[in-house]
């Protein structure tokens, strides 16, 4: 299930404005062009910000996401007509074959389950045509980034046109690894609604992912760095291999 600060309307609304600067999408649109990927599938989309900057340079794209606030946020956006949006997963996708599938930002984290994560790598495998690649990223687990979420470094009041002010800040609830789990709180200034957003997120080793990458079939071509972010994501290239060549693809587990 979604985090609340996806599902609920209300803070679904807010999210792009509370969270502006998608800098870190930059390497995804270069990747797309470096690997001549005209069919993209965003995995986890959210209120659509990647799935529309591709859209807008020409490239056909699917948004999936199973927090229908936000797919709301997502279709109402200028040129949303140019995208087609699902409310859903990747383990339940209709018959695609995409160039690229994606999953920016914290979405492969937000996948904490084992069967999810194994129905999600499945599904994007199956989406993919032979020769595909799908990209994602992951924090390093060593560089322990759950560290700096406190109050004092995330907390932050925004303005937002026809909304008003917004106060909203970050604490860590527990962190059991490889789970971490932590809150954000949101006040809202024009009726004092205050609202909050449990989450978890996984953190996988290296050697975990590509485990997994290459039990469900892929061939893992590299593993970058976060050109934003020196030192502190795994950025994962798997490739589906051309069925031609390798046979029929591994089943993975379940």
């Known amino acids: 299930m979604a985090d609340e600060c996806f599902r609920h309307p209300r803070l679904a609304a807010v999210y792009d404005a509370l969270d502006p600067d998608r800098g870190d999408l930059d ?9 001549g990927a005209r ?10 910000v990647f799935a529309l900057l591709l ?13 229908r606030a936000s797919v709301e946020v997502a279709r109402h956006k200028p040129g949303a007509d140019r995208v087609r949006w699902i409310e859903g997963d990747a383990a339940s996708l209709p018959a695609l074959r995409v160039d690229l599938a994606t999953m920016t ?7 904490t389950g084992t069967r999810a994560w194994h129905r ?12 595909g690649r799908l990209v994602f990223e992951t924090r390093v687990p060593a560089r322990r980034a759950w560290e700096r979420w406190d109050r004092d470094r ?8 026809g909304v008003g002010a917004v106060e909203s800040w970050c604490r860590l609830t527990q962190v059991r690894l490889p789970l971490v789990s932590f809150r954000w709180t949101y006040v809202f200034a024009a009726d004092g609604e205050v609202l909050t957003s449990d989450s978890t997120l996984r953190f996988r080793e290296r050697r975990e992912v590509e485990a997994d990458l290459a039990a469900h079939g892929y061939v893992v071509e590299e593993v970058r760095d976060a050109p934003d ?4 994501e795994y950025v994962f290239v798997a490739r589906r291999p051309d069925d031609a060549l390798s046979g029929a693809p591994a ?3 379940r």
């Open 154 to 161: 995330t907390y932050g009041v925004t303005e937002i046109p």
């Open 251 to 253: 089943p993975g587990p």
């Open 105 to 111: 930002a914290n979405a492969a984290q937000e996948i």
């Open 229 to 232: 972010r020196t030192g502190l």
């Open 39 to 48: 069919r993209v599938l965003d995995i986890g989309c959210g209120t659509g």
């Open 120 to 131: 999600t790598l499945r599904g994007a495998y199956e989406a993919l045509r032979p020769g």
């Open 55 to 67: 859209a807008g340079r020409g490239i056909e794209v699917v948004g999936v996401d199973p927090a």
């Open 27 to 35: 390497a995804y649109v270069r990747m797309a062009e470096e690997f």
